[in-house]
Every structure is written in structure tokens, then in C-alpha cells.
């Protein structure tokens, strides 16, 4: 797959960084997003510009999706126009985007029936992951696959683990973001706490980073709380969806989630407040 021809559909916070990579290491790359102009940084850069769907896949051995919810996963692949219209054998789909574990697996089902491949990949790392090139990338779908295409995402993947079926991988993120959302709500309180008792919040960072209470987002997104810096690395409103899948996945394997749920609400809040379009650290106004 070494110098291969890549399309990109979805070139949002994480997507534009992952393309920079791909053409860096030379890999020929089309890219297709919704607002043009998020992509034309990337066109400067090398990639080929797309006008559609249908004009991205055309001639693409590898197919990456990352967009924004399920329903946008729907239309990319099952579309009129979509991947699944133009697609052709031989082609292998990568969706990274956080979506449904059934999804994942219709997706994997059509593009068997069409003699192509699939893998679910979706990625934890957030800004920071994707601009270094270190994300997390969590697969699922038939092993083989997956190891025809492991040196394409270990272009921008450090931690990249094959789950399991079709599905796997969207099932392991799951348990990546219910892992986040409860943590999140102790990395606030922590700053509030510290805040409260008079402490130098930042001082207090340094002491307790680094033991036994430390996490990514106590190293990476309690700083941005600290300076009232709420920009996207990973967006409220695409954290409370993936949320929102992981309690119904939950609910239909009869399992209880009391702390995702109290992060639901507190997240819920966020969006009826107006800060969709911040990053997960604006929990932190929750506190204040």
C-alpha cells in the first residue's frame, strides 16, 4: 500500500491532520468535504481536490470516512451518491468516524456483498494525537485486512490494535469514551477544588499529573481549562453523540452506567447552553 491512492472524505479538526501526514509520507490523496474550504489548506499542501463522493472514490485503493455522526456515515456510504454507488471491488473502507457498532457492521456486510473490504478505525488522541501523528486507532473487521493496511495507519496511529469483528473497534471506542466522560468530571472538580481551597491551580497540576491521579486529559485538557481556552481538540457536541451510543449500547446488554449518565446530563447542559461547537474541556464551566 506504500505510495498508494488514498481518499479522504471528512476533513474536519482530525481529518485535516491525518491528510497532512498521509501526503508527507507520499501517498497520493483526494479529499472530499462538505465546505470546501476546510480543505483548501490541504490542496495547497498536495491533495487533490474532490467535487463529490463519487469523484473522491474513483480510483482509490484506500477509502477513509470520518464525518461527524452516524446518520452522515449513512449517507456517505448507502447514499445516491455515496461510496457504495461508486465504489468498485477491491476496495478497502476505513471509517474512522465514532459511530455504531451495528453500523459498522451493515458497512461490513454491503462492502462484503460488493467485494470490497472494511475496517472500522475510530481514533482517540484528539488534536494533539492527530497533529503528532500519535493517535490511538482501535480496528475492527476481518484481520487480514487490517494487516494489509496497518502501514498506512501507523502513518498517523502509534497505539493501532486490531479489536476483533466488524463492530469491535467501534465497541473499544466506546469504552474509550465512557472511560473520558467520567474522568472529565473528576479533572474539573479537581480544578475547582484547588481553585476554592486557594491553591495555584497550575502548581497544583504539576504535583498531581504526574501520579497516581494522572490521565491525557489532566496533562492535555486541564491546561486549556486553566488559561479559558475552550477550543475544539474534540467537539462537545460530537462527545455528547458518541454518549448517547455508548448508554444504548449499554442498555441493550442490561448494563447500568450511573457515571455516564451523570456525565450525559452534565453534558446536555453544555449543548442547551450553546457550547456544541467547544471542546470537551468547556465541562470546566460547569464549575464556575
Not at 507520499?26 to 463522493?53: C, D, I, Q, S
Request: glycine content about 12%; charged content about 20%.
Amino acid at each position: 500500500m506504500k505510495n498508494g491512492k488514498v481518499a479522504f472524505i471528512g476533513t474536519g479538526v482530525m481529518g485535516a491532520s491525518i491528510v497532512k501526514h498521509l501526503l508527507q509520507a507520499e501517498y497520493e490523496v483526494a479529499v472530499y468535504t462538505r465546505t470546501k474550504v476546510k480543505a483548501e489548506p490541504l490542496v495547497e499542501a498536495g491533495a487533490v481536490w474532490a467535487e463529490t463522493v463519487g469523484e473522491v472514490v474513483t480510483g482509490a485503493d484506500l477509502i477513509f470516512t470520518m464525518v461527524g455522526y452516524p446518520t452522515d456515515v449513512e449517507e456517505v456510504y448507502f447514499g445516491e451518491g455515496g461510496i457504495f454507488a461508486n465504489g468498485k471491488a477491491g476496495q478497502v473502507v476505513i471509517d474512522m468516524t465514532t459511530s455504531s457498532p451495528a453500523l459498522a457492521k451493515q458497512i461490513a456486510e454491503q462492502a462484503a456483498m460488493l467485494k470490497m473490504a472494511s475496517i472500522d478505525a475510530p481514533v482517540s488522541g484528539g488534536d494533539v494525537g492527530a497533529k503528532n501523528g500519535t493517535l490511538s486507532i482501535m480496528c475492527g473487521g476481518e484481520e487480514q485486512v487490517f494487516d494489509k493496511i496497518l502501514p498506512v495507519l501507523s502513518v498517523f496511529g502509534k497505539q493501532i490494535v486490531y479489536q476483533g469483528v466488524a463492530g469491535a473497534g467501534q465497541h473499544t471506542k466506546m469504552c474509550n469514551q465512557i472511560a473520558i466522560a467520567t474522568n472529565m468530571i473528576g479533572v474539573c472538580e479537581a480544578l475547582a477544588y484547588a481553585e476554592h481551597a486557594g491553591l495555584e491551580a497550575e502548581t497544583v497540576l504539576a504535583s498531581i499529573s504526574s501520579g497516581a491521579a494522572g490521565s491525557w486529559s489532566l496533562s492535555n485538557l486541564a491546561p486549556r481549562m486553566l488559561q479559558g481556552d475552550f477550543e475544539p481538540g474534540f467537539y462537545v457536541k460530537h462527545f455528547f453523540k458518541d454518549i448517547n451510543i455508548a448508554l444504548r449500547e449499554a442498555e441493550a446488554m442490561q448494563l447500568a452506567l450511573p457515571g455516564l449518565q451523570l456525565a450525559r446530563d452534565m453534558y446536555d447542559k453544555l449543548v442547551l447552553q450553546g457550547y456544541s461547537d467547544k471542546g470537551t474541556q468547556a465541562l470546566y464551566k460547569s464549575y464556575s
